[in-house]
């Protein structure tokens, strides 16, 4: 694997991340074969470059490793390497995601001038899971977020809000993204929250049960699963209050993860 690429400061401050040497260590470690694998899943407009995931995943925190990102003296560069390829822009969203615990609003600022770019599903996830969810709710602007993505255009911009929920679930953060800030918390089981935030669970769900878009509904409809997996009560009572009812795509999200759980709790309880 490629070494992170370095911008050297001969007055012997911290170095900082070159976006266009960071490019092309991912080239390098890029392959047509993934790259051909990867458009049949996605065509972002800045391009694939094809590197694999567990690569990219490792490139990162290799990287972070090295040279951890600091905010705002970083933001400029961190918004360079985003307009690159697709792999680029997941460097920096896991970059980005590092500096939660030391300057989130600058990593909330970050991710909402990404928003104005994302337009693939993968992007989507990373953004608002990692950056848009945790960064809104460490700077109490979480409605505001919601509010902005919901109301979006793009489908892309309305999935990574709707992924928000994500971070309002303990469950371990997912995706090659997410290396950096597995080792800023120091465990491969890393999550945003210890319990589920119901409160704005029921506002972002809510906000996004009328969407018919393919990805947002198939985006809520992991939410609601992750949800109900780890309140199953709170979930059904959030879907048994939505005026209208609830698409039958994530009424039977809920109802087929809530009747797993009681048939494993039934399970056990035999033994």
Not at 121 to 130: C, E, I, N, P, Q
């Amino acid at each position: 694997m490629g070494e992170p690429a370095l911008d050297g400061d001969p007055a012997g401050r911290q170095a900082v991340m070159d976006p266009a040497a960071v490019a092309t260590t991912l080239q390098s470690l890029a392959t047509d074969e993934v790259a051909r694998k990867r458009r049949d899943h996605i065509r972002p407009l800045r391009g694939i470059r094809g590197v694999p995931e567990g690569e990219l995943g490792r490139f990162l925190h290799q990287t972070w490793e090295q040279t951890p990102p600091k905010l705002p003296r970083d933001s400029a560069a961190l918004r360079s390497m985003f307009l690159g390829a697709w792999e680029d822009g997941i460097v920096a969203i896991g970059l980005a995601a590092s500096c939660l615990g030391t300057d989130a609003a600058s990593v909330l600022a970050l991710g909402l001038d990404w928003l104005e770019q994302v337009d693939d599903v993968a992007t989507a996830d990373a953004l608002g899971w990692l950056v848009l969810g945790p960064a809104s709710l460490a700077t109490d602007r979480f409605d505001e977020v919601l509010d902005d993505t919901a109301s979006a255009h793009h489908p892309a911009v309305r999935r990574a809000g709707v992924i928000m929920g994500m971070a309002l679930l303990p469950t371990s953060i997912q995706g090659p993204a997410a290396a950096a800030l597995r080792a800023v918390l120091g465990t491969i089981e890393g999550r945003i929250v210890e319990e589920p935030r119901t409160s704005e669970l029921r506002a972002l769900c809510s906000a996004f049960a009328r969407d018919d878009d393919p990805a947002v509904r198939k985006g809520l409809r992991r939410v609601l699963g992750t949800w109900t997996e780890h309140d199953a009560a709170a979930a059904k009572r959030w879907m048994e209050g939505v005026p209208g009812g609830v698409h039958r795509m994530l009424r039977d999200e809920i109802e087929s993860t809530a009747a797993k759980i009681e048939k494993r709790a039934a399970r056990r309880g035999e033994r």
